[in-house]
């Protein structure tokens, strides 16, 4: 993948539906989307960047129930079962704010990441503190850089309140292009965003080469790491950036409860920073305030979970080649992936595609990357992956 140059506000005004097109999306429970109007193509598609666009369904409204609902990367075995009766026991405390029971949980997050619990803010889920860092860092105007594709909820908010986003394509090995992400920065630039695993494209970065990158760029700008789905690998190899916070760097870090605990319904998330990074993103939000009580206690209970966390991480690589082969079989190259999806391309219109395999009540995602159509299938449980290759086995042939 060749970086291309483009003046991104001359193709919006061309290919794209402004006042007409935008949207507040309306399936919103099929994604992980963030919340706020879509530039729209023609057909009705989610257009984010001259490489990049997302296939949607034609009628959202009315589709099937599904058998296999893969299209969100929910873990399809969690909670844990220690979360949910620790959930269970505290519901009864729903009448109460959980002030006192969330600094409990900021310090057993500070202490898992070797922090302060003055370098945690909690939020409910990251993307909602994702969002919240870009009303904050981009109130004023300013660019975001990142990779193209990348996970879009950060970019789309900052985008909404004035911001330029300068996307850099990723290498041809599915990496980020750090070397150009770094040229990219220029005076206006407010953030460098990375999500390491990719999302929509489950690959991975080099951690050495990305710790080296946020502790140099971070003296020049700060830099959000995504770490969603970090968590999916295995001990040995989740190299997560939190050592730079320790280091005194710019440098903020995302995790969630949502992807191998399981809790993507009951909304945790938070994010590691420097203490001053925090306190701006503090002056307008409160972001524990959005989490329940009984969430608040899930979230300790799944900390203590390690048998279901291995679990989910163990099934989730089962899953992961199972599909490998079936593609295989099939005959249908695929990308490798570190995370709970995985992307492959296909021979045939996006949204012909979603319908399809929707008849079939399967659930997937639909993208276009640099002019290629693709699905991204979220690894569910070991039947409805063979309800996916089943259907999948119907609709390419």
Known sequence: MGTTNINRRDWIRKSVLTAGGAMALPYIGLAETPRVPLLLDTEGNAVYSPFFKEYLPKNPAVLPELSAKLNANENPYGPSPMAVEAFKNSATGGNRYAWKELFQLVEKIATYEGVE????????????????TAMV???????????????MSLIRVAESVGATWKPVPLKDDWSHDLKAMEEAIDDDTKLVYIC??????????????????????????????????????????QKSMVDLVKEGKDVIIARTYSKIHGMAGLRVGYVVALEETLGRIQKITRGGMGITLPSVYAAMA???????????????????????????????????????????????QGNDFLEKMTELKVGVRAFQFMGKNWCRVSMGTMDEMKMFTAALSKVLV
């Open 302 to 348: 799944a900390m203590d979970d390690a048998a279901f966390i291995e679990k989910s991480r163990t099934l989730n690589a089962e899953c992961r080649e199972y599909v490998y082969k079936s593609l295989d079989k099939m005959g249908i190259e695929y990308v490798p992936s570190y995370t709970s999806f995985l992307i492959f391309p296909i021979e045939m």
């Open 137 to 151: 860092f981009f109130m004023n105007g300013g660019n975001v850089v990142s990779a193209d594709p990348a996970y």
């Open 196 to 237: 390491n695993p990719n999302n929509p494209t489950g690959t991975m970065t080099d951690a050495t080469e990305l710790l080296d990158f946020c502790s140099r760029v971070s003296e020049k700008v700060p830099v959000f790491v995504d770490e969603a789905y970090l968590w999916f690998l295995e001990e040995e190899d």
């Open 117 to 132: 619990s003055k370098n945690i803010m909690m939020g409910p889920g990251s993307s909602d503190l994702l969002e919240k």
